[in-house]
């Protein structure tokens, strides 16, 4: 995972209309800490800010921060959002050490194509979207790719078969199914006075 420059202001105006008037003039306030440093509040541009989590990483990119003159590796530990707009609000960074391992929520993409279970008029289903991941900050993936091109139906491909890269670990429960090659739905022809039932 590449790293990203990032410089946060410092001092920030603290509390709720602090914050407001930060970002009315286009900063998002945020909070720093981690590695002996003392939780330090801090403004980035929103600019900056989205353009670093608009990478393949997301909001798991990987940030080597400007604080007072101090670079710092960094990663997101919360990122709030507003209700409606879903522009960021604020924003946790937790320092971290090149060696250490961290956790990270990444995406299970589904890559290829069950023929199998296209030819049984069934369907894949994904049953969870993302999985926590424990490595060094450099070793997290972007995201799992999950190979459904060998799955049947009534088929599963469970987190204890993903596929992971050297050196990380799943921290889920290896039985929690990923994916399912769902059997066709069954159309039950209505008796008179009824209506069509569809199940699966």
Known sequence: MSEIALTLNTPRTSGTTGARRTR???Q????????????TAFSVDARDLRSAFTT????NA???????GSSHLAVAKEVQHHPVRHTVTHIDLLIVNRDEEITAEVPINIVGEAQAVSRGDG??????FTVTLRAVPASIPNSIEVDVTDLVIHGTIKVDDLQLPKGVKVEADP?????IGAPPKVVRTPQEGETAEVSS
């Open 56 to 59: 393949d990483a997301g909001q």
């Open 123 to 128: 369907r894949v289903e994904q049953q969870i």
């Open 28 to 39: 998002i306030p945020g909070v720093i800490y981690g590695h002996g440093l003392e939780a």
């Open 175 to 179: 039985e929690v199914i990923v994916v």
């Open 62 to 68: 990987l940030l080597n921060v400007t604080l007072n």
């Open 24 to 26: 009315r003039s286009g």
